[in-house]
C-alpha cells in the first residue's frame, strides 16, 4: 500500500519559513491532487493547500494566502509547502493527503473524505 512520508516539520520564531515536503512510499504521484491539511490540539483537521494533479492550479485557506506556497515536481515525486511569515498560530500537526482523482475547485478539494492516502503528520511549532 502507498504510504505518503512527510518531511520539514520543526520549530522556528514567528516570522521564519519552514518548507514541507510530501513523497509516496512508492510508485508515482502525478496522478493524484495533493493537499495539506493541518490540526490544532482538539480541533478538527482542517484544510490548508492543495495542488491539481499537473501543478497548474493551486488553492489555498484564506488565512495562509499570500504567506504560503504549495508547488509539485512530478519528476521528483514530491509536493512542497512553503510556508513564509509563520506566526504561533499556524503551530499544528501538518498532514499531508492524496488522492487520485481531478480537483474540482476549491469546495472540492478542501473536503477530507475524498483523500484515501494520509501521511503521519509532522509537527510544525511556531514560536512568539
Known amino acids: 500500500q502507498v504510504q505518503l512520508v512527510e518531511s520539514g516539520g520543526g520549530s522556528v520564531q514567528a516570522g521564519g519559513s519552514l518548507r514541507l515536503s510530501c513523497a509516496p512510499s512508492?510508485?508515482?504521484?502525478?496522478?493524484?491532487?495533493v493537499a495539506w491539511f493541518r490540526q490544532f490540539p482538539r480541533k478538527e483537521r482542517e484544510f490548508v493547500s492543495a495542488?491539481?494533479?499537473?501543478?497548474?492550479?493551486?488553492y489555498y485557506e484564506d488565512s495562509v494566502k499570500g504567506r504560503f506556497t504549495i508547488s509539485r515536481d512530478n519528476a521528483k515525486n514530491t509536493v512542497d509547502l512553503e510556508m513564509k511569515w509563520l506566526q504561533p498560530e499556524d503551530t499544528a500537526v501538518y498532514y499531508c493527503?492524496?488522492?487520485?482523482?481531478?480537483?474540482?475547485?476549491?469546495?472540492?478539494?478542501?473536503?477530507?473524505?475524498?483523500?484515501?492516502?494520509w501521511g503521519q503528520g509532522t509537527q510544525v511549532t511556531v514560536s512568539s
Open positions: 493527503a492524496a488522492q487520485r482523482r481531478a480537483d474540482y475547485g476549491l469546495e472540492d478539494v478542501r473536503q477530507k473524505d475524498p483523500y484515501h492516502r
Open positions: 512508492r510508485g508515482a504521484f502525478d496522478s493524484y491532487t
Open positions: 495542488i491539481s494533479r499537473s501543478g497548474i492550479r493551486t
